[in-house]
């Protein structure tokens, strides 16, 4: 029969055993594992991210509370950042554009009135109710004889890299010294009827059954509306039309009810400038909703501004060589837009200029220029779920790509600016939106 030892050694190993076992439990609760930096969570999403695993992604976050980086991947890499540009083109406008838009720039005497374009891209614009410009030349063609000249401009009628087969989408009209009507066919049908706006000489026109759309032909000015437009409730659909810096001068011929001569003679005599509408009216649109023919007139309108010369490429040298020299990762920037894959910029790039912005003009100018999340603009339909706007950016997309670059606060109440750029996905860019959004949401609450 078994019996318990009572020997003094036997006892005092018992009681230290116990006396361990008690130690390593007291110990083990409370050990505590570290939790993780906001760096390694952030870092975390990224990396288990399924949607964005596909493609390439760049992400930098600077606290302008703090004035410091606090988190960076692929900063330094370059990405397509399609309408992303605009803020580019944006910034350029807020520094060498002044309250008002140049409309156009004249020399006029007893007998004649000689004026050239600035680019301004609001004359008889759809979005723009602004009559200005017009009733001032009709004031001049009532005793005088106009001369018009365009030898200030060296634009073609479609930027470097532009798509050529989307010549018939209203996102890509044709560049012009004088724009007029937006250079787009609006073709609209209510329960007034059908009106075709501007009422310009349509080389032909004609009915088509199989096509919901109204449709040009690549090379001229002849359209092919669906046969059943007549029935339809509403419609609305506004198409670039061809050869537009030639069909303008005829449109304002017709308004004017004057003839206009073109010249190639530049004036030789000091020039006076017209203004027409506040700039941030326009500005607001192009930003909010990513107006690709506002952005590259406007940026052409800078050029005319600096140096009387209507180039992309001589205002993006000027910009970029100036107020832009400091950037850390000079950009590839090709166009006013960002409709061209040249254009090449950095998640570093973008968040400098960010800064930059911010330090010169007032945060609500700014905001206010912006989309707001669960707002307006482009973003309206994103971040909903929350009480107030955190979010106001430009969102930039075309296939493959879908990047939002702009200034975010925090739940906090702390200011950031951010640069999340998505690169050659093969996903849907609704996909890759909801989970930029996402993602976006839980680093508001993060900080």
């Given at each position: 029969?078994?019996?318990?030892?009572?020997s003094?050694?036997?006892?005092?190993?018992?009681?230290?055993?116990?006396?361990?076992?008690f130690?390593?439990i007291?110990?083990g609760t409370?050990?505590?594992?570290?939790?993780?930096?906001?760096e390694?969570?952030l870092s975390t999403?990224l990396d288990?991210s399924?949607v964005?695993?596909?493609?390439?992604?760049?992400?930098?976050?600077?606290?302008l509370d703090?004035?410091k980086?606090?988190?960076?991947?692929?900063e330094?890499?370059?990405f397509?950042?399609?309408?992303?540009?605009?803020?580019?083109t944006?910034?350029?406008?807020l520094?060498?554009l002044?309250?008002s838009i140049?409309a156009l720039r004249?020399?006029e005497?007893?007998?004649?009135?000689?004026?050239r374009?600035?680019?301004?891209?609001?004359l008889?614009?759809p979005?723009?109710?602004e009559s200005?410009?017009?009733d001032?030349?009709?004031?001049k063609?009532?005793n005088?004889?106009?001369?018009?000249f365009?030898?200030?401009?060296?634009i073609k009628?479609?930027g470097r890299?532009?798509?050529?087969?989307d010549?018939?989408?209203?996102?890509?009209?044709?560049?012009t010294p004088?724009?007029?009507?937006g250079?787009?066919l609006?073709?609209r049908k209510?329960?007034?009827?059908?009106?075709?706006s501007?009422d310009?000489?349509?080389e032909?026109?004609v009915?088509?059954?199989?096509?919901k759309?109204v449709?040009r032909?690549?090379?001229?000015?002849?359209f092919?509306?669906?046969?059943?437009?007549?029935?339809?409730?509403?419609f609305?659909?506004?198409?670039?039309?061809k050869?537009a810096?030639k069909i303008n001068?005829?449109?304002?011929?017709?308004l004017?009810?004057?003839?206009?001569?073109?010249?190639?003679?530049r004036?030789?005599k000091?020039?006076?400038?017209?203004?027409?509408?506040?700039?941030d009216?326009?500005?607001?649109r192009?930003?909010?909703?990513s107006d690709?023919m506002?952005?590259e007139h406007?940026l052409?309108l800078?050029?005319?501004?600096?140096k009387?010369t209507?180039?992309?490429?001589?205002s993006?040298?000027?910009v970029?060589?100036?107020?832009?020299s400091?950037l850390?990762?000079?950009?590839v920037w090709?166009?006013?837009?960002g409709l061209?894959r040249?254009?090449?910029?950095t998640?570093?790039?973008?968040?400098t200029l960010l800064?930059?912005m911010?330090r010169?003009?007032p945060?609500d100018?700014?905001?206010?220029?912006?989309?707001?999340?669960?707002?307006?603009?482009?973003?309206n339909g994103m971040?909903?779920?929350?009480?107030?706007p955190?979010?106001?950016?430009?969102?930039?997309?075309?296939?493959?790509?879908?990047?939002?670059?702009?200034?975010?606060v925090?739940?906090?109440?702390?200011r950031?600016?951010?640069?999340?750029m998505n690169?050659?996905f093969n996903?849907?860019?609704?996909?890759?939106r909801?989970?930029?959004?996402q993602i976006?949401?839980k680093?508001?609450?993060?900080?």
């Amino acid at each position: 029969m078994w019996r318990y030892n009572h020997s003094p050694i036997v006892l005092l190993r018992l009681v230290s055993v116990i006396m361990c076992a008690f130690w390593l439990i007291s110990c083990g609760t409370s050990i505590k594992i570290p939790e993780q930096s906001f760096e390694q969570k952030l870092s975390t999403m990224l990396d288990t991210s399924s949607v964005l695993s596909t493609g390439f992604t760049g992400l930098v976050l600077y606290d302008l509370d703090e004035k410091k980086v606090i988190f960076r991947r692929n900063e330094s890499r370059y990405f397509v950042p399609a309408s992303n540009t605009k803020l580019f083109t944006l910034y350029a406008c807020l520094r060498i554009l002044g309250d008002s838009i140049p409309a156009l720039r004249y020399v006029e005497t007893d007998t004649s009135f000689t004026f050239r374009g600035t680019g301004d891209p609001t004359l008889l614009h759809p979005y723009f109710s602004e009559s200005k410009t017009l009733d001032f030349l009709k004031s001049k063609a009532t005793n005088k004889k106009l001369y018009y000249f365009d030898g200030h401009s060296s634009i073609k009628h479609y930027g470097r890299g532009w798509m050529w087969d989307d010549y018939n989408d209203y996102y890509q009209a044709e560049l012009t010294p004088f724009p007029m009507f937006g250079n787009v066919l609006l073709i609209r049908k209510d329960s007034f009827g059908l009106k075709v706006s501007p009422d310009m000489s349509i080389e032909k026109m004609v009915k088509k059954s199989g096509i919901k759309r109204v449709r040009r032909n690549i090379e001229n000015n002849h359209f092919e509306f669906p046969d059943g437009l007549d029935t339809m409730a509403t419609f609305e659909q506004e198409v670039p039309y061809k050869n537009a810096s030639k069909i303008n001068i005829d449109l304002l011929e017709k308004l004017l009810e004057t003839k206009i001569i073109s010249i190639g003679t530049r004036m030789t005599k000091k020039t006076k400038t017209l203004y027409s509408i506040p700039s941030d009216s326009v500005f607001r649109r192009m930003m909010q909703v990513s107006d690709n023919m506002l952005a590259e007139h406007l940026l052409l309108l800078c050029g005319a501004t600096l140096k009387d010369t209507i180039s992309i490429e001589f205002s993006v040298d000027t910009v970029t060589s100036s107020v832009l020299s400091d950037l850390s990762h000079k950009p590839v920037w090709v166009d006013g837009s960002g409709l061209s894959r040249y254009n090449l910029f950095t998640p570093m790039s973008i968040v400098t200029l960010l800064q930059k912005m911010y330090r010169e003009y007032p945060e609500d100018k700014l905001f206010s220029l912006l989309a707001e999340g669960g707002g307006h603009g482009t973003l309206n339909g994103m971040f909903k779920e929350n009480k107030a706007p955190f979010i106001y950016a430009k969102s930039g997309s075309m296939s493959g790509v879908y990047n939002l670059s702009g200034y975010m606060v925090t739940s906090s109440g702390k200011r950031l600016i951010f640069s999340f750029m998505n690169n050659n996905f093969n996903t849907p860019v609704s996909k890759v939106r909801k989970e930029v959004a996402q993602i976006l949401n839980k680093i508001s609450e993060m900080e």
